[in-house]
């Protein structure tokens, strides 16, 4: 556990266009995931977990049910002074919300000041992985360089979504914030390194940094397009491997497993990668528990002969507390708390939000239902997708149906 004194940022006032219609009205980190989780969770996990108790959630787009979920989820004890708090976008320094991810901690300097940590760990909202912070703490402080960046290799035909780095020693050398024409790693041509967003700085440094970013006015007061660049080009950014990083109770398998799920087609298979029979993202793991906040309250799952004499199965399907499958069946989905499948009805390769409600004989393949949705008895959805694209469901590049919440798909 840290004796220094640090204080967590987590960065969750992302539009999150890319997905819509699961952002029509919530912010991107609080979109569910997992059946009863939300994605938030996971960054706040990791940092809760690494002993990090001082977490400030910046929070501006759409904000109301992340801020209801961090608010009541995330409640700490005051009594050591820990919290866990959101904070929305305040116009502390001017009449405007935040212009970039960079600008939002600016705005909250107030806290900074507060607390006065030695470091700030900051993280984004929306990736699914595990990452005990305390261990790129130690790296940042032995390499002595006011700012660490975490980074993994991925596909280089992923480049343009990330932050790509260039490393020598350990230093950063070049840093290039989603570029169009990266070149691959010299041992691995196919590969980049690329920064997961998750940064870890020291106070001092990351203050004189951020008035500088807002006092110029071609900034466009972003971390990674901003501020990681000026402290490359000062020779005082290193690069932190999360392959070097393990948490307990971690397999082989699961280790370096990272997901940015800002895309539809992302979200998707973040969601099936957690119900594929080994894991390679295991929500069982007791020793770094994912967080949340469903309490005692909700009744168990149950699984029911239905009223024709069907049996009510799920396989290969993670299955939250308070949904009852009544003589249907699910395959290959994930279902979160309150969601009723009915006798005669086919679920498969999906993810159902709350209280989705799938009717007798309905079939539902390869579909995204948010919150509230209800397919009426004898009604498809997935199956016929120029159909379902007619009637204003958003399809996906990878064929993935959307319904947004509250949505009624008739037969
Ligand atoms: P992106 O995820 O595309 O790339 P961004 O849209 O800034 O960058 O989102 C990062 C985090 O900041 C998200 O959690 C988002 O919600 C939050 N955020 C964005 N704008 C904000 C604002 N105005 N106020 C508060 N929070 C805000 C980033 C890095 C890349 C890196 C990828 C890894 O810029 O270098 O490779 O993350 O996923």
């Given at each position: 556990?840290?004796?220094?004194?640090?204080?967590?940022?987590?960065?969750?006032?992302?539009?999150?266009?890319?997905?819509?219609?699961?952002?029509?009205?919530?912010?991107?980190?609080?979109?569910?995931?997992?059946?009863?989780?939300?994605?938030?969770?996971?960054s706040?996990?990791?940092?809760?977990?690494?002993?990090?108790l001082?977490?400030?959630v910046?929070?501006?787009?759409?904000?109301?049910?992340?801020?209801?979920?961090?608010?009541?989820?995330?409640?700490?004890?005051?009594?050591?002074?820990?919290?866990?708090?959101?904070?929305?976008?305040?116009?502390?320094?001017?009449k405007?919300?935040?212009?970039?991810?960079?600008?939002?901690?600016?705005?909250?300097?107030?806290?900074?000041?507060?607390?006065?940590?030695?470091y700030?760990?900051?993280?984004?909202?929306?990736?699914?992985?595990?990452?005990?912070?305390?261990?790129?703490?130690?790296?940042?402080?032995?390499?002595?360089?006011?700012?660490?960046?975490?980074g993994?290799?991925?596909?280089?035909?992923?480049?343009?979504?990330?932050?790509?780095?260039?490393?020598?020693?350990?230093?950063?050398?070049?840093f290039?914030?989603?570029?169009?024409?990266?070149?691959?790693?010299?041992?691995?041509?196919?590969?980049?390194?690329?920064?997961?967003?998750?940064?870890?700085?020291s106070?001092?440094?990351?203050?004189?940094?951020?008035?500088?970013?807002?006092?110029?006015?071609?900034?466009?007061?972003?971390?990674?397009?901003?501020?990681?660049?000026?402290?490359?080009?000062?020779?005082?950014?290193?690069?932190?491997?999360?392959i070097?990083?393990?948490?307990p109770?971690?397999?082989?398998?699961?280790?370096?497993?990272?997901?940015?799920?800002?895309?539809?087609?992302?979200?998707?298979?973040?969601?099936?990668?957690?119900?594929?029979?080994?894991?390679?993202?295991?929500?069982?793991?007791?020793d770094?528990?994912?967080?949340?906040?469903?309490?005692?309250?909700?009744?168990?799952a149950?699984?029911?002969?239905?009223?024709?004499?069907?049996?009510?199965?799920?396989?290969?399907s993670?299955?939250?507390?308070?949904?009852i499958?009544?003589?249907?069946?699910?395959?290959?989905?994930?279902?979160?708390?309150?969601?009723?499948?009915?006798?005669?009805?086919?679920?498969?390769?999906?993810?159902?939000?709350?209280?989705?409600?799938?009717?007798?004989?309905?079939?539902?393949?390869?579909?995204?239902?948010?919150?509230?949705?209800?397919?009426?008895?004898?009604?498809?959805?997935?199956?016929?997708?120029?159909?379902?694209?007619?009637?204003?469901?958003?399809?996906?590049?990878?064929?993935?149906?959307?319904?947004?919440?509250?949505?009624?798909?008739?037969?």
């Amino acid at each position: 556990m840290a004796t220094e004194k640090v204080l967590a940022i987590v960065l969750a006032g992302g539009e999150g266009k890319r997905l819509m219609p699961l952002t029509v009205d919530r912010a991107k980190p609080a979109v569910p995931f997992a059946g009863h989780y939300r994605l938030i969770d996971f960054s706040l996990s990791n940092i809760v977990n690494s002993g990090f108790l001082k977490v400030v959630v910046l929070t501006q787009y759409k904000s109301h049910s992340l801020d209801r979920h961090v608010t009541i989820t995330w409640r700490m004890s005051t009594l050591l002074g820990n919290f866990v708090a959101p904070v929305p976008a305040q116009q502390r320094m001017g009449k405007h919300w935040y212009l970039g991810s960079a600008d939002a901690i600016y705005q909250s300097m107030n806290i900074v000041n507060d607390e006065m940590p030695d470091y700030i760990v900051i993280t984004g909202a929306d990736n699914i992985y595990r990452m005990d912070f305390d261990q790129m703490l130690r790296h940042h402080i032995d390499s002595g360089l006011p700012c660490t960046v975490a980074g993994i290799r991925q596909p280089l035909s992923l480049a343009n979504q990330f932050g790509v780095i260039e490393a020598e020693n350990g230093k950063i050398v070049n840093f290039l914030e989603k570029p169009d024409n990266a070149q691959g790693l010299p041992d691995a041509p196919d590969q980049v390194l690329a920064s997961m967003g998750n940064y870890i700085f020291s106070t001092k440094e990351l203050k004189e940094a951020l008035e500088k970013d807002a006092a110029d006015p071609d900034s466009k007061h972003d971390m990674g397009g901003n501020i990681v660049p000026y402290f490359v080009s000062q020779g005082a950014a290193g690069v932190y491997d999360f392959i070097n990083n393990e948490v307990p109770g971690s397999l082989e398998r699961d280790r370096d497993y990272w997901r940015d799920v800002g895309t539809l087609d992302a979200y998707y298979e973040a969601n099936m990668d957690l119900i594929s029979i080994n894991p390679v993202f295991n929500l069982y793991n007791s020793d770094w528990p994912v967080y949340t906040g469903l309490g005692g309250s909700l009744p168990p799952a149950k699984f029911v002969y239905g009223s024709s004499d069907r049996m009510g199965i799920a396989i290969d399907s993670i299955v939250s507390p308070s949904v009852i499958i009544s003589g249907g069946k699910v395959q290959r989905s994930v279902l979160s708390p309150g969601v009723y499948v009915h006798s005669w009805a086919d679920v498969s390769g999906s993810v159902l939000m709350h209280n989705a409600r799938i009717g007798r004989g309905a079939v539902v393949h390869r579909a995204i239902l948010d919150k509230n949705c209800v397919v009426e008895p004898g009604a498809q959805i997935g199956v016929d997708l120029d159909h379902d694209r007619e009637r204003g469901l958003t399809v996906t590049e990878s064929g993935i149906v959307v319904a947004p919440k509250g949505m009624v798909i008739k037969p």
